[in-house]
């Protein structure tokens, strides 16, 4: 028995002694005389030990059996090693089709050793408010993370999550680039719309940290742009620098999820390519969406969607400026081109499009070009055989010492030629 019960059934007894009357004892146990006759009748059956509650050291109703337990248990260490009891509990009943709740799997193992409780760190927030529309802001960044593993390439993971919604989109790529993050962009747009914004870090890809060219200078930019802010700035999005990783944590908080279950997803399905792994996200991200979706303040997608003949690759597009020659050709990343076209101006603008495509364009027109891949080779005049000085050593009698005495002798003819 417990204190509390020791308590209670002394002041039962003094009821039974007729010392108290129920309704005092009801007083001072601080519980209902419905309560106090309930517990003197059950006193009087079965003694002492009728203030005990029956159910005291009998196994519940609702126990699982132990079989259950020691299935899920190989399961987990066989399949489910390195998973939290949440996402464990989930495969389960999904994959094996065992229920068993998040909490009673983490009191298993927890009790067998498979799992520790872990201490969370207090985080680095500061509040702030969600967008009110879908579509007002998108989040969007790089993860850099072993997604297959051992069992394929290292990829990236571009990322997309919208603030007042958290719908996220993302795709992977073999690496962080300006192409790959136009790409993702373009196909972002193509499914929801042009954001009205985009919150982004400071990496090369989405800030330019070179310095300004004296034709920016004299024209008054006030910073350069990189090549995939110049594209959003012309498509009207407005571009936000975050200057902490904290400032979008909402993004950073999605890959550390996705880091932990999408990783264990794409093992379960032996994904081994990046073809295999965007399938496996696209399907993973239709449940992910449905799930954590939030509703915004105001029901209204602000999105601009794009014109059917509105040409998003002359915007989402790698450019650079060249010089036609005299031969009406231009030379690029160490290739020769010879423009079809009549060119009127001596500046053109090279295009390195997403899909791989090369334009050049004057102006708005794009021109005609091919590469030229045989030039002709430069004659070249067999070289005199080299003399080697000699060394310091050399005999009297050596050809360069008879040479240099004669070219001695000339020098003094000559001198005295001249005088």
Not at 46 to 74: A, M, Q, Y
Not at 130 to 145: A, I, L, N, P, T
Not at 329 to 345: C, E, F, K, P, W
Request: proline letters at 4%.
């Amino acid at each position: 028995m417990s204190l509390r019960e020791l308590k209670k059934l002394k002041v039962l007894h003094a009821v039974l002694d007729k010392r108290f009357t129920q309704k005092a004892a009801a007083a001072k146990l601080d519980i209902s005389e419905r309560q106090v006759r309930r517990l003197v009748k059950s006193v009087r059956e079965f003694g002492d030990e009728g203030v005990v509650h029956r159910s005291r050291g009998r196994p519940s109703n609702r126990k699982h059996p132990d079989g259950l337990r020691r299935e899920v248990l190989k399961l987990y260490q066989q399949k489910y090693s390195d998973f939290g009891p949440t996402l464990a509990s989930e495969k389960l009943l999904e994959l094996d089709g065992l229920s068993v709740s998040r909490e009673t799997l983490r009191h298993w193992l927890i009790s067998s050793g498979l799992w520790q409780k872990r201490r969370k760190r207090r985080a680095h927030r500061r509040w702030r408010t969600r967008k009110e529309c879908f579509g007002e802001m998108v989040q969007m960044d790089g993860s850099h993370h072993a997604w297959l593993e051992d069992r394929g390439p290292e990829l990236v993971l571009m990322g997309y999550i919208d603030d007042a919604t958290n719908r996220v989109y993302g795709r992977f790529y073999d690496y962080e680039g300006t192409l790959p993050a136009m790409d993702s962009f373009k196909r972002y747009v193509r499914r929801y719309g042009l954001p009205l914004s985009v919150y982004l870090d400071k990496h090369t890809t989405y800030k330019s940290n070179r310095r300004l060219t004296l034709e920016e200078e004299l024209a008054g930019v006030s910073q350069p742009m990189s090549q995939f802010e110049r594209a959003l700035n012309e498509l009207g999005v407005d571009v936000i620098h975050a200057h902490s990783p904290q400032a979008k944590g909402r993004i950073e908080r999605l890959f550390g999820v996705l880091q932990d279950r999408l990783v264990k997803e794409m093992r379960l399905l032996s994904v081994t390519t990046v073809e295999e792994a965007n399938a496996c996200l696209s399907k993973y991200l239709r449940t992910y969406n449905r799930r954590f979706r939030v509703t915004p303040s105001i029901q209204t997608d602000v999105h601009v969607k794009p014109g059917h003949g509105f040409n998003l690759d002359r915007y989402l597009c790698i450019r650079t400026n060249r010089t036609v020659r005299n031969d009406n050709t231009i030379a690029h990343n160490g290739r020769l081109y010879q423009i079809a076209d009549r060119v009127m101006s001596r500046q053109v603008v090279v295009q390195q499009r997403v899909n791989g495509s090369l334009h050049i364009c004057s102006g708005e027109a794009s021109l005609k070009y091919k590469e030229i891949t045989k030039r002709a080779k430069k004659a070249t005049e067999p070289k005199p055989p080299r003399v080697s000085s000699p060394s310091p050593l050399s005999p009297r009698d050596h050809p360069w010492r008879k040479m240099g005495t004669l070219k001695s002798d000339e020098r003094k003819n000559t001198n005295q030629l001249t005088k």
